[in-house]
């Protein structure tokens, strides 16, 4: 009897919770883009039939996709609540926040200073961040260690940017400045062979950040802004704080803790580390950011402008095989992955922190990419029963590739 009294409790608690998210719900749509096949209008109504119904059941606040095919918006939907409190909902000007899908920009940056003849990949880092001697290399000097190496993280640094606080609220979110990261130089050590082997390391794009701050005399945000935002129209995109103009668009996030979903920080600051994952906006600026990465035509002199098309396939050419849960098979390029899914090609990063889970996925030979943002960590603990927010990326990723894909190709 008292597994069923705490059922119940559990209950009550949830039902607001779920009813919140429901009439925040709008219903499938009926009919695909303009000139969109019978079978394309179907396969995107199902997708959102399956999209609201795999949130609802791992409790996910709230969530956006959107779907590009031919370099048209050929598929929008939201999901549930970017405030709950509020009980706001998500729409089209939600902002989420984007984590680690931030390196792909740095490494971007970092292919324009090299085409404009300021640096060579295989430069070694230490030629730009002369502290870094001061890291323990017992497999070589660090002279051996090249940018190139960081851009696919396989220079051998470790994971995490701070692995030391950060769990007491009056901790700052992320070390806010590069004298916090170069005091821990002496107490960090290159834990591989570098350029042996592929290990997902933080501490690497912050180094590439530095660089071209350094190289430009511009912070890091304002570089980005200028010579990536700004050219490809991403006008609600900004890095850490949001501007008070936007501040009532940006979402909230949430991880889920003894059965219900718990506030994260908001409107956070992600300190050195906005090179790795400090960028922030809504779908729509991101669907022009994978507009960039497939190629328009239409948009050629803007996008050539911004990074040559050459250079950006370049980036796209494995250097190491990855070794991971969610890439397994795949391959690293210059911080993009390089992955193979229902027997197609994707270029693909993936942002994880906060609360905040998103993924994209890019096929330049079909022309189709898509980018989809939860605000919402669940983790596979607790009665409540939700599973990890991961899975439901998978789920949304194979069902896009096995369901929605073919159906855009049969248009």
């Known amino acids: ?84 409190a509020a009980k706001r909902p998500v729409g089209a000007d939600t902002i989420f926040h984007w984590a680690s899908i931030t390196k792909t920009m740095t490494a971007i940056a970092i292919m324009q200073l090299r085409d404009r003849g300021l640096l060579s ?42 692995p030391w606080g950060g769990d007491q609220d009056w901790h700052p979110f992320e070390p806010p400045g590069w004298a916090q990261v170069a005091a821990m130089l002496p107490y960090t050590q290159i834990e591989f062979p570098p350029g042996s082997k592929y290990s997902y390391s933080n501490p690497g794009i912050i180094f590439l950040g530095r660089v071209i701050e350094l190289l430009t005399g511009d912070d890091y945000e304002v570089y980005v802004d200028k010579n990536i935002l700004k050219p490809l129209e991403m006008h609600h995109a900004f890095f850490d704080a949001a501007p008070a103009h936007l501040r009532a668009s940006r979402a ?54 911004v990074l040559r098309r050459a250079s950006l396939e370049e980036m796209w050419t494995p250097v190491v095989t990855v070794e991971g849960a969610d890439e397994a098979g795949g391959k690293m390029g210059l911080c993009f992955f390089l992955e193979e899914h229902g027997g197609m090609p994707f270029v693909a990063h993936s942002g994880s922190q906060n ?8 096929n330049v030979k079909r022309r189709v990419a898509y980018v ?17 927010t991961r899975q439901v990326d998978r789920d949304v990723r194979d069902y896009v590739v096995t369901n929605v894909i073919p159906a855009l190709a049969a248009r």
């Open 372 to 388: 989809v943002a939860f605000n919402t960590v669940a983790e596979p603990v607790g009665p409540d029963g939700k599973a990890n």
């Open 355 to 362: 609360g905040f889970i998103s993924h994209f996925y890019v």
């Open 121 to 162: 990949l295989d430069d070694p880092v230490v030629k730009y961040l002369p502290e870094l001697r001061q890291v323990h290399n017992p497999f070589g000097p660090m002279e051996s260690i090249t940018l190139r190496m960081l851009m696919s993280h396989s220079a051998g640094f470790r994971n995490p940017t701070w």
């Open 1 to 84: 009897m008292a597994r069923t009294g705490t059922g119940l409790a559990f209950l009550v608690v949830l039902i607001p919770f779920f009813v919140a998210v429901a009439a925040a719900q709008t219903p499938p749509r009926d009919a695909g883009r303009p000139g969109a096949s019978p079978g394309e209008a179907a396969a995107l109504v199902a997708f959102d039939r399956f999209f609201d119904a795999r949130l609802t059941e791992q409790g996910i606040v709230g969530a956006s996709f959107v779907l590009l095919s031919d370099h048209q918006t050929a598929h929008a939907r939201t999901f549930g609540l970017a405030d709950l």
């Open 252 to 305: 909230h996030s949430y991880f889920w803790k003894n059965g219900g979903p718990v506030e994260a920080r908001f409107d956070f600051d992600t300190g050195i580390t906005v090179s790795n994952g400090g960028l922030n906006a809504p779908l729509a600026d991101m669907a022009r950011y994978l507009d960039f990465l497939v190629g328009n035509p239409a948009r050629q002199a803007v996008y050539e402008g």
